[in-house]
T-cell receptor
Framework: DTGVSQDPRHKITKRGQNVTFRCDPI?????LYWYRQTLGQGPEFLTY????????KSRLLSDRFSAERPKGSFSTLEIQRTEQGDSAMYLC??????????????????FGAGTRLSVL | KNEVEQSPQNLTAQEGEFITINCSYS?????LHWLQQHPGGGIVSLFM???GKKKHGRLIATINIQEKHSSLHITASHPRDSAVYIC?????????????FGTGTRLTIIP
């Protein structure tokens, strides 16, 4: 397994265009998280899935953002009508979550390299 | 006030120096993470701890739950240690182990 992969690595788009990012988690991981990181800041939580179910969305995720994980494997994050403020690094992470075992054991998130979005 | 505060924001040191990066948090947590981010964006998990101390090579992480404080130490620092080090906490909320991040410490090791 090659870890968490994200595609594309870089995306430049014009304001108003739609963009879609893809994340392929580690194959046996049931949890998938999306985070956004703006320049000079730490990442911020956007949303997460357990298998195909989207269980929580941050208030940062406006109506222009939608995320899916249709078969519980890869996930897509779409931004409609992009704005310059959407320029950021979009990070995906996956983990193997189970109610069995210790909280520590189920909490390791593995990150992808991120997709850097620039909206002109 | 952010839930996770790191200090210093920037740190420049000579190769070989002992490095300490601090992290304070204000909420109850299930675990604290230290992460490394190199230019280009990818994040690597260095440590995850909920008590005591962990060591991996030249890296040591400690946590004091009562004081809500953690430190990351690097011994015999090397230019390849230059990166942004991020502290993050997970607050278990109905099973959601989402991370809340600090703003990072940019470390530069000069040869």
């Amino acid at each position: 397994d090659t870890g968490v992969s994200q595609d594309p690595r870089h995306k430049i788009t014009k304001r108003g265009q739609n963009v879609t990012f893809r994340c392929d988690p580690i194959s046996e991981h049931n949890r998938l998280y999306w985070y956004r990181q703006t320049l000079g800041q730490g990442p911020e939580f956007l949303t997460y899935f357990q298998n195909e179910a989207q269980l929580e969305k941050s208030r940062l995720l406006s109506d222009r953002f939608s995320a899916e994980r249709p078969k519980g494997s890869f996930s897509t994050l779409e931004i409609q009508r992009t704005e310059q403020g959407d320029s950021a690094m979009y990070l995906c992470a996956s983990s193997s979550f189970s109610f069995k075992g210790t909280a520590l054991a189920k909490n390791i998130q593995y990150f992808g390299a991120g997709t850097r979005l620039s909206v002109l | 006030k952010n839930e996770v505060e790191q200090s210093p924001q920037n740190l420049t040191a000579q190769e070989g120096e002992f490095i300490t990066i601090n992290c304070s948090y204000s909420v109850g947590i299930s675990a604290l993470h230290w992460l490394q981010q190199h230019p280009g964006g990818g994040i690597v998990s260095l440590f995850m701890l909920s008590s005591g101390k962990k060591k991996h090579g030249r890296l040591i992480a400690t946590i004091n739950i009562q004081e809500k404080h953690s430190s990351l130490h690097i011994t015999a620092s090397h230019p390849r240690d230059s990166a942004v080090y991020i502290c993050a906490v997970s607050v278990s909320n109905f099973g959601n182990e989402k991370l809340t991040f600090g703003t990072g410490t940019r470390l530069t090791i000069i040869p």
